[in-house]
């Protein structure tokens, strides 16, 4: 992958991996979300809100037995990741355990503000930096593509600084090492695997958010894509989007290449390759179920009825890393596709607070993409919020 030389310049990815965002139910609806609670106690903070929808009302950081309900229609729930350290962090010979320390069989994480002080947050999975590719796939996403399948919109976010290695927990392609195999790969694995493509179909859309605008990275000419929004049914949609029918994976890795190659990226004194945009990959699946009566005087079953269609989506969105302008050293067009990302990451937080708190009221306060942002979440039946952090001095 190539970058650009120089703080402060922007480039095209040449292509390997990446992410992408969004979902939404074709099923059944959903009861009102329940008021989160942010009190902190005893410096013990939840990692985010309660239950959204129909979901478990216990708070997304409490603990649950036998796997919990991480596939439970309108749960959110929240999961740390900590990269392992680079090789310029092993030169200098950094020790996580001097600012984090991870206790994942509670499932917590402390932050040492010194020697004395230290804020603890508790989440529904902590992963170190030890877990695998597919222990993070097993624990953050296959629930949420067994849900889509099942006719749901479950969509998986990564979040973190740049740097902190979300787009090589999403989009990773395991060209040179299967295992290294990102979640949107494997989860095209796990639906090619369930879906009869006689019968049933899978199509994708690879889009990134730029400065405010909807593009489309598999058609780079088509960089200011409108939302649009059912007035009846409030259903958000894309309908300039390119869609492309996936059969197989190998058409898929090619579509994550291509588009990946149009992304945004940007040298910076955090990242040599910083990504300057969201990347938002929507895959719809459309599977096609036989129903049947039976007979009342025998044991024969007939088929009376069509078939049964059932959608789902699954959105996988690669959100660009907040920075810190004095740390990442921005300046120039960098600076202002920085302010952006902040902005745009600000928002997010309040459109997943405003859905966690049932306030419409804070629709007032945002724009257009936010707006839309907040009604295609309140869509989502599933939703896993991967955190993602480093130690790096830096």
């Known amino acids: 992958m190539s970058t650009s030389s120089g703080t402060g310049s922007v480039n095209h990815r040449t292509g390997t991996h990446r992410t992408s965002l969004r979902a939404q139910s074709s099923a059944s609806s959903t009861s009102a979300p329940q008021k989160p609670s942010l009190k902190s106690k005893t410096a013990l903070r939840k990692s985010s809100p309660a239950a959204l929808g129909v979901g478990s009302s216990s708070p997304a950081g409490s603990k649950s037995g036998n796997g919990g309900d991480a596939g439970v229609p309108g749960r959110v729930r929240v999961a740390v990741r900590l990269r392992p350290r680079s090789g310029e962090e092993m030169i200098a010979d950094a020790d996580f355990a001097d600012c984090v320390e991870l206790q994942p069989e509670v499932k917590r994480l402390k932050l040492r503000k010194n020697n004395w002080d230290t804020d603890t947050f508790e989440f529904d999975d902590v ?3 030890y ?4 222990r993070v796939y ?10 889509v399948l099942d006719g749901y919109n479950g969509t998986i976010m990564a979040y ?4 902190t290695g979300k787009t090589y927990t999403l989009g990773q392609l395991g060209e040179e090492d299967v295992a290294d195999r990102g979640i949107m790969v494997r989860a095209m694995e796990d639906i090619l695997a369930q879906v009869s493509l006689e019968t ?3 199509s994708v859309s690879y889009l990134q958010l730029y400065m405010e605008t909807v593009q489309d990275l598999l058609d780079p000419a088509n960089d200011n894509i409108a939302i649009v929004e059912d007035p009846k049914s409030g259903d958000v949609s894309l309908p300039g989007a390119t869609l492309v029918e996936i059969r197989d994976q190998l058409s898929f890795l090619e579509l994550l290449q291509l588009g990946e190659a149009h992304r945004f990226a940007a040298n910076t004194k955090l990242n040599t390759e910083s990504s300057r945009s969201h990347a938002i990959l929507m895959v719809h699946v459309r ?6 009566e039976s007979n ?12 049964l269609v059932r959608k789902g989506k699954l959105v996988v969105v690669d959100l660009a890393g907040s920075e810190r302008i004095s740390k ?12 952006s990302i902040n902005l745009s990451l600000s928002a997010l937080g309040k459109c997943i607070n405003a859905l966690a708190e049932n306030s419409s009221h804070v629709l007032t306060e945002l724009g257009i993409l936010e707006n839309n942002q907040y009604h295609t979440l309140s869509q989502v039946e599933l939703l896993f919020l991967a955190c993602h952090l480093n130690t790096n001095s830096k």
Request: glycine share 12%.
């Open 287 to 292: 599977r096609s179920l036989k129903t049947s």
């Open 328 to 339: 990442s050293g921005s300046e120039g067009h960098t600076l202002e596709e920085a302010k």
């Open 138 to 147: 097993e624990v953050v996403a296959k629930p949420v593509v067994e849900g």
């Open 127 to 129: 992963l170190t930096e």
């Open 131 to 134: 877990a695998s590719q597919k």
């Open 296 to 307: 009342g005087n025998s044991h024969m079953t007939k088929s009376l009825k069509p078939p």
């Open 200 to 202: 049933d179909s899978i």
């Open 160 to 163: 973190g600084q740049t740097g």
